[in-house]
């Protein structure tokens, strides 16, 4: 059985930092690509980052570069957000998620998700 | 980037009957449109991806429809459990993939 768990989330004071981290098992995790996504409170869904099966191929949404960093240990099942200058609208839950088959970030829907860990900024 | 419009934005239904939701793209995504559901407190569920396949394990009372820039998922025979949030989200040229901002079915 494919899980996905989430953890790392907690109150952030803005431009404060947080490292999140997704467990994985049940699926040979190097093999798919993930993504990170979020959710603020009462809103829509926000894709926030993508890492390919290797982890040498990194994608952000704009509103994200040069703050979030996405990473992956492939030997410990492990995917990793390390979120950095938080602000306000940062808050959110935030969502791991692994497509539906291959290594590389593409033309695909996810197919498992977590249960998501929430990152509350405020001062 | 590519918006994606779901309507209504709430639906009221009874247990028993059919709901159709819709789903429209602000340009052609082809088939590559996935169907979720998301209960409260929980991840989101994959429904249907590439328009009309139903992902592993999801009942056959789920069915997605469409192509180009028109979708809808029709939810047949009702059940309480359904009774949430939907989103559609396409993913035609990879990230960054977006969502339709949600349509919640309600008795």
């Known amino acids: 059985e494919v899980q996905l768990l989430e953890s790392g989330g907690g109150l952030a004071q803005p431009g404060g930092s947080l490292r999140l981290s997704c467990a994985v098992s049940?699926?040979?995790?190097?093999?798919?690509?993930m993504s990170w996504f979020r959710q603020a409170p009462g809103k829509g869904l926000e894709w926030v980052s993508a890492?390919?099966?290797?982890?040498?191929?990194?994608y952000y949404v704009d509103s994200v570069k040069g703050r979030f960093t996405i990473s992956r240990d492939n030997s410990n099942n492990v995917l990793f957000l390390q979120v950095n200058s938080l602000g306000v609208e940062d808050t959110a839950v935030y969502f791991c998620?692994?497509?539906?088959?291959?290594?590389?970030?593409?033309?695909?829907?996810?197919?498992?998700w977590g249960q998501g860990t929430l990152v509350t900024v405020s001062p | 980037e590519i918006v994606m419009t779901q309507s209504p934005a709430t639906l009221s239904v009874s247990p028993g009957e059919r709901a159709t939701l819709s789903c429209r793209a602000s340009?052609?995504?082809?088939?590559?449109l996935a169907w979720y559901q998301q209960r409260p407190g929980q991840g989101l569920r994959l429904l249907v991806y590439g328009a009309s396949t139903r992902a592993t394990g999801i009942p056959a009372r789920f069915s997605g429809r469409g192509s180009g820039t028109q979708f809808t998922l029709t939810i047949t025979s009702l059940l309480s459990e359904d009774f949430t949030v939907y989103y559609c989200q396409q993913y035609v040229n990879g990230p960054p993939y977006t969502f339709g901002q949600g349509t919640k079915l309600e008795i």
């Open positions: 049940g699926f040979t995790f190097s093999t798919h690509a």
């Open positions: 890492i390919n099966g290797d982890g040498d191929s990194a």
């Open positions: 998620a692994r497509v539906g088959g291959g290594p590389n970030v593409g033309r695909d829907a996810f197919h498992f």
């Open positions: 340009q052609s995504i082809n088939s590559d």
